[in-house]
């Protein structure tokens, strides 16, 4: 009779358990595939400002036809139809983190302090030099600036590949994402195909080697492949 108690009880505690992991799971389910508020970080292929001394005329992600065509206007349109209640904030860090990312500026910090994002996205690294990241952590200082923008709340990081290839920075982002259980994707394997850049479509090679409206589409899909994982 103590034998079949012991097991009831048991078996009643295993129940309540299973309840309560059933209850919470769509919470974390929730969390991840339909995070509310996103912040992407980027550069260039982010957003550009009109720069007539390159040709370039458009304040969206450079090469892009239009604004819509970038691939954070892609993902902003997406995710607007899945729920009209996400929000996308997204800045070009090119100057203000990339370029000196071991003394980045607090600006990032202050501009978005309040925002308090679910998911942060850095989708930068072109103005990276190889040679920065081996005196100084990258990782690190990315690290440091989610934990400052996420502001102790729980908050999912994904992170790309350079759109150039570059082996070392590459390396360095995907070691980074492993280390701090990140998202990662890789985009620079599109960089082979001539269809994903805008050459032949501008004069400046430094604006022509940007992706295409397909290169800016792909990026878009794997991103959000990434983000729906």
């Known amino acids: ?33 339909a995070p509310k508020k996103i912040l992407i970080l980027g550069n260039s292929i982010t957003k550009h400002l009109p720069d007539q001394s390159i040709g370039w005329n458009g304040n969206w992600g450079m090469a892009a036809s239009s604004e819509d065509k970038d ?13 009209v209640s996400t929000e996308i904030r997204y800045s070009n860090v090119a100057q203000s983190f990339e370029r000196k990312f071991w003394v980045y500026d607090s600006s990032i910090v202050n501009e978005f ?9 850095f989708r930068l690294g072109e103005n ?24 102790n709340k729980p908050t999912r990081i994904i992170i790309t590949s350079r759109f150039w290839p570059d082996k070392i920075i590459d390396t360095e982002m995907r070691n980074c994402a492993a280390t701090n259980k990140w998202g990662f994707v890789n ?20 604006v022509s080697i940007h992706p295409s409206d397909e290169g800016m589409e792909m990026i878009f899909l794997k991103i959000y492949a990434a983000i729906k994982n």
């Open 1 to 33: 009779m103590k034998k079949c108690c012991v097991f009831i009880t048991k078996l009643v505690l295993a129940l309540v358990l299973l309840i309560l992991q059933t209850s919470t799971h769509p919470q974390a389910t929730h969390l991840e595939l």
């Open 187 to 206: 985009i620079s394997d599109l960089f082979a195909h001539k269809q994903n850049t805008a050459q032949g479509k501008f004069i400046n090679n430094g």
């Open 113 to 121: 302090k309040n925002y308090h994002p679910d998911l942060i996205i």
């Open 71 to 83: 691939y954070v206007h892609l993902l902003i349109k997406k995710m607007k139809i899945e729920d």
């Open 128 to 151: 990276i030099k190889s040679d920065s990241t081996k005196k100084y952590s990258l990782c690190d200082n990315l690290l440091t600036l989610s934990d400052k923008l996420s502001s």
